[in-house]
């Protein structure tokens, strides 16, 4: 059994300011009987903070749902007012979307670390249900394929005319059938505790769930091997939906915009605003929902490390893309800068590079920022709202072309700056709702935290001594 040590370093808390010099953090011993007792009793939705914010979450959700019905009704066939609902959609497709790469990676690789942070990130996906729900008046805007006769520029080249709307949907719905395989994958022993450790519903439910679940050796090796076959099915499925939506929800709407690079920028940058997602979303278990005793700061210190990695990627995929319309110098490659960059969204632009890439490199660069909670939940908290930009900048400027002149070479004049009316702003926040909604709804049938997971971390972990200073001892099981 290989094994690896965790040198202890000095911490800072970014949000006080103070500097400790004592040791890094080691994560204390904690008996399974009590993790399992505690981690199933983290799921009682009697808890009134929970309750008081789901009664508040569903609210505004359906809030936001009446709005967006009222306005389908009343903007039908106008395609620029709904420009920010699909730059809404795109942001938190790729925000809750791309959660679930931070378990399924280093699951795969076998990192210890990831262990308690695989089940929230999982539960992410489920947003996909709400984000699907509000694409639906986005497909029933989007222009057809053949408009006045002519086929408009997309990448179905010979498909009929609904094959934007018709794809866009099964590629969802894909999607989340393998998002519910994957939680199954890595709840299956959680079901089996809940069985014999809950009582009522959860305990009937539990039982119908696990499935005869015992923990024999078998049932090991075939969990492993489901997680990594229901893994790799959402990792293909989310690149295909990536290059779906950002295709045919915004390239294909501007006429002359061709990019052979931005499906895979979107994806990376949903991956970038996974990990954001997953840190704050952790950052508030700990700090709300007692779980202090599982989440330390291995977890915030590695998926910093990776924001930080991600960040960089992220200029890397910008410039790729942008080198090719600055020395292109076509009539298309000029139409894209001065529209998409220099245009009426400019000051979006600026301010996304800002908080998606400049502000994070430059808070997350710093050793002491990464290892401590704070520092890395506002470098996530900075990511989000660059991604948020981004999206805004992109589809806004998509959708605000005229469907009179989606078939011309490309683009000789630009639609002037769309804002958001408070319909446009009810549907954003509704929307947003959802997904924290159905989140948060999900943790009150499984733990936040998974069960078995927290278990395995125990059984690998030791603290142990290293000459002057103190270690984690980490067992490499197979």
């Known amino acids: 059994m290989a094994s690896e040590a965790i040198h202890s370093g000095a911490q800072t808390d970014a949000h006080s300011g103070t500097h400790e010099e004592a040791h890094h953090e080691l994560p204390a011993r904690v008996e399974p009987d009590v993790i399992t007792s505690e981690l199933v009793a983290s799921t009682d939705s009697n808890s009134t903070g929970v309750r008081n914010w789901m009664w508040i979450l569903g609210i505004v959700t359906l809030v936001g749902i009446g709005v967006g019905f009222a306005k389908l009704l009343i903007e039908w066939g106008d395609q620029s007012e ?14 809750f979307g791309g959660a679930p790469l931070v378990a399924i990676a280093p699951t795969l690789a076998k990192a210890n670390w990831v262990r308690p942070v695989a089940r929230f990130a999982a539960l992410c996906s489920l947003a996909s249900i709400v984000c699907t729900i509000w694409m639906i008046p986005l497909i029933l805007n989007l222009p057809m394929l053949v408009v006045d006769g002519a086929r408009r520029r997309s990448i179905w080249f010979e498909g009929p005319d609904v094959s934007p709307h018709m794809w866009a949907l099964v590629s969802m719905i894909t999607l989340i059938t393998a998002a519910l395989g994957l939680i199954y994958a ?24 696990a499935r005869g679940w ?9 969990l492993r091997l489901r997680i990594g076959m229901m893994g790799t099915l959402y990792f293909f499925t989310f690149v295909f939906v990536h290059f779906i ?30 990990l954001a997602v997953t840190v704050l979303g952790l950052w508030a278990a700990r700090r709300y929902m007692g779980m202090d005793k599982y989440l330390h700061l291995d977890q915030f210190w590695s998926i910093g490390r990776l924001m930080f990695a991600f960040t960089l990627l992220w200029g ?54 990464r290892r401590s909670y704070n520092g890395t939940a506002i470098g996530a908290g900075l990511i989000l709202f660059g991604v948020f930009l981004d999206r805004v900048r992109l589809y806004v400027a998509a959708w605000a072309v005229p469907e009179d002149r989606i078939h011309e070479r490309f683009l000789t004049e630009y639609p002037s700056a769309v804002f958001p009316d408070v319909m446009d702003l009810f549907i954003m926040v509704g929307a947003l709702a959802g997904c924290v909604f159905v989140v948060l709804a999900a943790t009150r049938v ?33």
């Open 446 to 478: 499984l733990p936040i935290l998974s069960i078995w997971d927290v278990q395995q971390f125990n059984l690998l972990y030791r603290p142990v001594n290293y000459m002057k200073t103190k270690v984690s001892l980490i067992g490499k099981p197979d």
């Open 316 to 369: 890397y995929f910008f410039i790729s893309a942008f080198i090719v319309y600055w020395y292109g110098r076509s009539g298309s490659d000029k139409m894209w800068i001065d529209y998409l960059i220099l245009g009426p969204y400019f000051w979006v632009f600026i301010l996304g590079v800002l908080f998606i890439w400049f502000t994070p490199w430059w808070w997350l660069i710093w050793n002491r920022v």
């Open 82 to 95: 709904w420009g920010y609902t699909a730059a809404m959609v795109a942001f938190l497709f790729s925000v």
């Open 245 to 274: 939506i950002s295709t045919d929800f915004a390239m294909s709407l501007v006429p002359g915009w061709r990019d052979a690079i931005f499906p895979m920028y979107h994806a990376i940058s949903s991956i970038q605003a996974g």
């Open 186 to 209: 890595y709840a299956l022993p959680d079901f089996a505790a809940m069985r014999d450790h809950s009582t009522g519903w959860k305990q009937r439910f539990g039982s119908w769930m």
């Open 214 to 222: 015992i923990g024999t050796t078998i049932q090991w090796r075939t």
